[in-house]
T-cell receptor
Framework: EDKVVQSPLSLVVHEGDTVTLNCSYE??????LLWYKQEKKAPTFLFML????IEKKSGRLSSILDKKELFSILNITATQTGDSAIYLC???????????FGRGTSLIVHP | DGGITQSPKYLFRKEGQNVTLSCEQN?????MYWYRQDPGQGLRLIYY???????QKGDIAEGYSVSREKKESFPLTVTSAQKNPTAFYLC?????????????FGPGTRLTVL
């Protein structure tokens, strides 16, 4: 059975702090890992990672994948209140291409 | 504009009633999905469809039914057999047959059983 574990489950920081969100996974025939940000309703896509060791960046957000150790991290530097959201990790397997979602990390950024 | 729409945004149902949640996409995506999200939980897959007139059960299909008569539409019926239907329901779509599928999500329907 595919398994995705995100940690921490919740995190409260102040503006300007840097945070690291973790995602470990066990999926059959792994192909890619996706990160999503969910504020109030629909998750919005952040990153798709397919290769180990290659960092993807978008502004203050960056993410990297380690396919040997089966984990990914999402970093957010100089956090802002607008970063407050649930961050979801979803590795996808090659067989069915259906991603398996973790429970998410709830991030709250205080001014 | 391309996207996914879900209706209604909020839905209230009495126990014992069936309700149908609408999901429409104009992204020309082959695959569509229904997820359920409970507080503090991730997304759990209810049903998915790779192609018109075909669909597969996900992890929590009991008490739900779907149809896929058109590429653009994938309605979900929550039946009276679903023991605890109060939840946030998300519909998504993606391309199919590629290993790197990004899913696009609708705004969700919040169902409350009274």
């Amino acid at each position: 059975e595919d398994k995705v574990v995100q940690s921490p489950l919740s995190l409260v920081v102040h503006e300007g702090d840097t945070v690291t969100l973790n995602c470990s996974y066990e999926v059959t025939n792994f192909r890619s890992l996706l990160w999503y940000k969910q504020e109030k309703k629909a998750p919005t896509f952040l990153f798709m990672l397919t290769s180990s060791g290659i960092e993807k960046k978008s502004g203050r957000l960056s993410s990297i994948l380690d396919k040997k150790e089966l984990f990914s991290i999402l970093n957010i530097t100089a956090t802002q209140t607008g970063d407050s959201a649930i961050y979801l990790c979803a590795p996808g397997s090659g067989g069915s291409y259906i991603p398996t979602f973790g429970r998410g990390t709830s991030l709250i950024v205080h001014p | 504009d391309g996207g996914i729409t879900q209706s209604p945004k909020y839905l209230f149902r009495k126990e014992g009633q069936n309700v149908t949640l609408s999901c429409e996409q104009n992204l020309n995506h082959d695959a569509m999905y229904w997820y359920r999200q409970d507080p503090g939980q991730g997304l759990r897959l209810i049903y998915y469809s790779q192609i018109v007139n075909d669909f597969q059960k996900g992890d929590i299909a009991e008490g739900y039914s779907v149809s896929r008569e058109k590429k653009e539409s994938f309605p979900l019926t929550v039946t009276s057999a679903q023991k605890n239907p109060t939840a946030f329901y998300l519909c998504a779509s993606s391309g199919w047959g590629q290993p790197y599928n990004e899913q696009f999500f609708g705004p969700g329907t919040r169902l409350t059983v009274l």
